[in-house]
């Protein structure tokens, strides 16, 4: 077991790092100081330090020469924004391991770490190969659509997923539009028991209510005008798998009625024929509506309504999830990267304020759809301003009034940091941005 020394002075942050290196089987020492750090190492023997590049009381890079100066043998990595890339590039000249991008993907922190570690194989928990290092390319992300985050909502969301994967309850996936509800759904579907059979999703808002049943259920040849050939259904399509009814406020009260049929009586029956057929299948539903008022207002029958919702998950906006977004940005530069045969290498930071300070109507489906288009019009290493979408930089609301961006910007960060005698953590919260997002504009604005 390896024996990790973390110096980070953002205590949650720090203490989030410590509990998902602890559950991977690491024994973590924190310190939140370059000071306390000294102390630690005093009286300890650790197998690879991992170091913050902007510390309070001293610079992460003198630290990590400090470090090697006195054990040579052991690694130091760094944990740098975009915006000290190149302070970490040049550190990895001067003895550094490597570096890690905050905010990071827990993938690629792992890898670095095994990397950093590959000399003794005997402190890894589990290693299967040897891993390249990594100096000015990101590690290659897992193809998994499914982003595991570290922010509160979606910690709570893994967790229900993976308490409900398992068992055969029906479960109403309920968010805005864009939260990624049907890969919540096949997440779901991939962790039960039904997950090397189909899974089959619709979406009940682009069918016509004249043909829900056939689409449903299927229908036979001959059955209604047009019907040239048999034809299966969703449900039997999904027998013995999962269906997954996106939307499925959208139904008409009719189809609603076929639909509670089907899932009583666990039996179907094509548009035109006599014969049932039995159908084994797990429903997972989801909704941007409150079904509940639907039902109160007689648009949604209830006893359908409690069918469907054995178990309910809330699908988290964007705006919920602030503290993933740039997991998630990192995870769809990646994907388009792969598409659009690119290599561009992240954000700048620039575009990193202008991330944080959005407030993403469109939520994931937006944030993807921006990184394409932005990846695309990247001809170099790091996306820039000019490469994103007109609508960032309207005055539409969209950009948060409490900090937005504006010609008064570097006044305000320069009198919060005199308020806080130039505590940066402090005068973080005084702004009511995160740490990041303040060490990103202070190099934006050469604010020393």
């Not at 993938?107 to 000015?136: F, G, S, Y």
């Not at 959208?250 to 076929?258: H, P, R, V």
Request: negative net charge; glycine residues 4%; aromatic residues 8%.
């Amino acid at each position: 077991m390896a024996k990790i020394l973390l110096i980070e002075d953002d205590v949650p942050f720090c203490k989030l790092v410590e509990k998902f290196l602890v559950k991977k089987s690491f024994e973590v020492v924190t310190a939140f100081s370059a000071a306390e750090a000294r102390i630690i190492l005093k009286t300890n023997e650790f197998d690879l330090v991992i170091t913050d590049v902007r510390l309070p009381d001293f610079d992460g890079v003198l630290l990590m020469s400090e470090i090697k100066a006195i054990f040579p043998d052991v690694p130091v990595l760094l944990m740098t924004g975009y915006a000290d890339v190149s302070t970490a590039v040049k550190a990895i000249k001067n003895g550094a391991a490597d570096y890690i991008s905050k905010p990071f993907n827990p993938e690629e922190v792992l890898l670095v770490i095994a990397n950093a570690l590959r000399q003794d194989e005997n402190v890894l928990p589990t290693t299967t190969e040897k891993i390249p290092k990594k100096v000015k390319q990101l590690v290659e992300k897992s193809s998994n659509t499914f982003v595991k985050g570290i922010s509160t909502a979606s910690l709570k969301l893994a967790e229900y997923i993976q308490l409900v994967s398992p068992t055969t309850m029906s479960v109403l996936i309920i968010g805005e539009s864009g939260t990624g509800k049907e890969v919540i759904a096949k997440s779901i579907h991939e962790n039960s028991a039904r997950k090397n059979t189909n899974f089959i999703a619709v979406d009940c808002g682009s069918i016509p209510k004249e043909l829900a049943a056939s689409e449903f259920f299927g229908h036979v040849k001959g059955s209604f005008t047009g019907a040239i050939h048999d034809k299966i259904g969703f449900f039997e399509a999904a027998n013995n798998g999962t269906i997954f009814l996106d939307e499925i406020g959208n139904l008409s009260y009719e189809n609603q009625i076929q639909l509670l049929r089907a899932l009583q009586e666990r039996k179907i029956k094509p548009v035109g024929s006599n014969k049932e057929i039995a159908v084994d299948i797990r429903i997972i539903t989801a909704t941007n509506e409150d079904l509940r008022e639907a039902v109160k207002k007689g648009d949604f029958r209830e006893d359908l309504y409690h069918r469907i919702n054995e178990f309910s998950i809330h699908s988290p906006s964007l705006v919920e999830r602030n503290e993933d977004l740039m997991l998630f940005a990192d995870f769809f530069l990646e994907k388009a990267n792969q598409e659009l045969q690119k290599n561009v290498i992240g954000f700048s930071p620039e575009v990193l304020c202008i991330f944080q300070n959005y407030r993403w109507p469109g939520n994931l489906r937006e944030l993807q759809n921006c990184i394409k288009r932005a990846t695309l019009l990247t001809a170099g290493d790091f996306v820039e301003k000019e490469a994103l979408p007109a609508e960032f930089f309207q005055s539409t609301g969209k950009l948060s009034d409490e900090f937005s961006l504006s010609e008064n910007e570097k006044e305000a960060i320069l009198e919060a940091l005199s308020r806080t005698n130039n505590n940066k953590t402090e005068a973080a919260k005084l702004l009511k941005i995160n740490r990041k997002t303040l060490y990103n504009k202070l190099k934006l604005y050469d604010i020393s």
